[in-house]
């Protein structure tokens, strides 16, 4: 890595911002297609626990990747993993969207699954990308880059919600937006870090801990148990966050047309306005641990989470609705990038596999949330299931309440 004549690191500030850019291309591409869900889901002319079903196709193909993200990424680097993972991507919600334009909504499925197969490598790559840089920088980081996808997904929701007002065919719409998105990716790619295995994320009290290479390099891989009571929690922190993103991204337009009476035209704009408050929490988040820790940060956060869901729910009104699903976007700002940086910190993994083994459980678990909340909707109500949902974000958070300072999860 080369110094400027100041003597700060060259390199490692433009892959910030290249990092910045890849989770931003990451989360506007598909968040275009989500913005539409409502007009997806008249057009297909399915009842809602159907709807649930193929909107989880997206998670399905992350689930059914398994550790081929972490493998590939090793293989290939994750400069080529983000673009390779964003063409594919791409391809896939052109099918999605084909199989909405001829009413066959098999065909959507199968795009979201291959979708979502794409999604997982590019997660996966950004991720480990992101980390390094904030071990290159030495204090927290990988928030601020889970900003850039929270502004990308909040403009991907705006220019989808657009195109929906003015009218613009889905197939046209996505197949231009596809191409755009994968021209930034690749650009974004060439500012990566190299691979490197640097000093490791900061610890509780937002302080950076010992480089990593004070971990011996023969360091044994953890057990089966050992793992699981090593990842549980972290697995029930991403969850909780990325709970909030699939209300927002599948349920957040159902919910304020079906729900609160607005047209299914403008019912986008929930998932701009959450993911909208995701983004200025992400911002914040870096931070609020180095000066808080990540405890105190995750018991704020989760808390906020659960106030917002439960008011997102039962809120009487759009404006307060809307404003709940803005306290639980801030909420759930943090929840995920500390998991990944968390995971990557355990001794004894191969390289990305602790974002890999994350990103997959936290998949696989969530793989049923849609269906079950549109299950549970025909059964009882829209807002029913999503207070069952915060049930998963209560659970993270009375473990957060328990755990020991400096214990890792």
């Given at each position: 890595m080369s110094t400027s004549k100041n003597g700060t690191l060259r390199h490692p500030r433009r892959a910030r911002w290249a990092a910045m850019l890849a989770f931003a291309t990451n989360g506007a591409l598909p968040a275009s297609l989500l913005a539409?869900?409502?007009?997806?889901?008249?057009?297909?002319?399915?009842?809602?626990?159907?709807?649930?079903?193929?909107?989880?196709?997206?998670?399905?193909?992350?689930?059914?990747a398994l550790h081929l993200p972490g493998v590939i990424t090793r293989w290939i680097g994750v400069a080529r993993a983000a673009s390779f993972g964003t063409v594919w991507i791409g391809a896939a919600l052109v099918l999605a969207a084909a199989g909405v334009a001829v009413t066959n909504p098999w065909l959507v499925l199968l795009g979201l699954v291959l979708a979502g197969c794409g999604d997982a490598v590019v997660d996966v790559a950004q991720n480990s990308q992101g980390i390094r840089v904030q071990?290159?920088?030495?204090?927290?980081?990988?928030?601020?880059?889970?900003?850039?996808?929270?502004?990308?997904?909040?403009?991907?929701?705006?220019?989808?919600?657009?195109?929906?007002?003015?009218?613009?065919?889905?197939l046209t719409h996505i197949g231009i937006w596809a191409g755009l998105c994968v021209i930034m990716m690749t650009l974004a790619a060439r500012g990566f870090l190299p691979e490197s295995r640097l000093p490791s994320a900061p610890d509780d009290a937002g302080t950076s801990p010992a480089p990593e290479s004070s971990v011996p390099a023969s360091a044994p891989a953890p057990s089966r148990a050992r793992m699981v009571l090593i990842l549980l929690p972290l697995v029930?922190?991403?969850?909780?966050?990325?709970?909030?993103?699939?209300?927002?991204?599948?349920?957040?337009?159902?919910?304020l047309s079906g729900e609160r009476g607005m047209s299914a035209e403008s019912a986008g704009i929930g998932l701009t306005v959450l993911l909208g408050a995701q983004f200025v929490g992400r911002l914040l988040g870096d931070r609020v641990i180095d000066a808080l820790g990540q405890r105190r940060t995750l018991l704020m956060s989760l808390s906020a989470v659960v106030l917002g869901l439960l008011g997102a729910a039962w809120a009487p009104s759009i404006t307060l609705t809307l404003t709940a699903l803005a306290l639980a976007g801030l909420g759930c700002a943090v929840t995920v990038p500390i998991a990944y940086a968390r995971a990557d910190a355990v001794p004894g993994l191969a390289a990305h596999s602790g974002v890999t083994w994350i990103s997959w459980t936290m998949r696989t678990v969530s793989i049923g949330l849609s269906p079950a909340i549109g299950a549970t909707s025909s059964a009882f109500s829209l807002p029913a299931a999503l207070t069952g949902v915060t049930l998963i974000a209560l659970a993270a958070l009375t473990l957060q309440v328990f755990r020991r300072p400096g214990a890792r999860g």
């Open positions: 539409r869900y409502a007009e997806v889901k008249a057009e297909l002319g399915v009842d809602t626990a159907f709807f649930g079903l193929i909107v989880a196709g997206y998670a399905l193909g992350g689930m059914v071990q290159a920088y030495g204090r927290s980081l990988l928030n601020s880059m889970h900003a850039g996808w929270s502004i990308g997904a909040a403009l991907g929701g705006a220019v989808g919600t657009a195109a929906a007002v003015a009218g613009v065919p889905l029930l922190i991403a969850v909780a966050g990325i709970s909030v993103e699939d209300i927002g991204t599948n349920w957040s337009a159902v919910l």
